[in-house]
Nanobody
Framework: QVQLVESGGGLAQAGGSLRLSCVAS????????????MAWYRQAPGKQRDLVAS???????TYDDSVKGRCTISIDNAKNTVYVQMNSLKPEDTAVYYC?????????WGRGTQVTVSS
């Protein structure tokens, strides 16, 4: 089983920045796992969970239009860790941010980390 643990959430002011991290660990039937893609999703109260950004192990990235130009996703394959740097935060960025990772033999979600942006 592959577990994901997020960190870096918290309270920020509008216009500020936050960096979220997510590390994957574990194994699949006692064997090492291979990650194809890691991603960040977010879910605001009463809304669906939406993709924020994703990155493949080869470094190909995608971003939701709402964060383009304000958000940078990166991956450290050696550490099985994905980061997202969020700048120029807006109150509408307030949500629980979830990490997701998947590969040939697994797909996992983290438990989420709260990001609250005050105006």
């Amino acid at each position: 089983q592959v577990q994901l643990v997020e960190s870096g959430g918290g309270l920020a002011q509008a216009g500020g920045s936050l960096r979220l991290s997510c590390v994957a660990s574990g194994s699949i039937n006692h064997n090492p796992f291979t990650i194809d893609t890691m991603a960040w999703y977010r879910q605001a109260p009463g809304k669906q969970r939406d993709l924020v950004a994703s990155i493949t192990s080869g470094g190909v990235t995608t971003y939701d239009d709402s964060v383009k130009g304000r958000c940078t996703i990166s991956i450290d394959n050696a550490k099985n860790t994905v980061y997202v740097q969020m700048n120029s935060l807006k109150p509408e960025d307030t949500a629980v941010y979830y990490c997701r990772a998947w590969g040939p033999a697994f797909g996992s979600w983290g438990r989420g980390t709260q990001v609250t942006v005050s105006s």
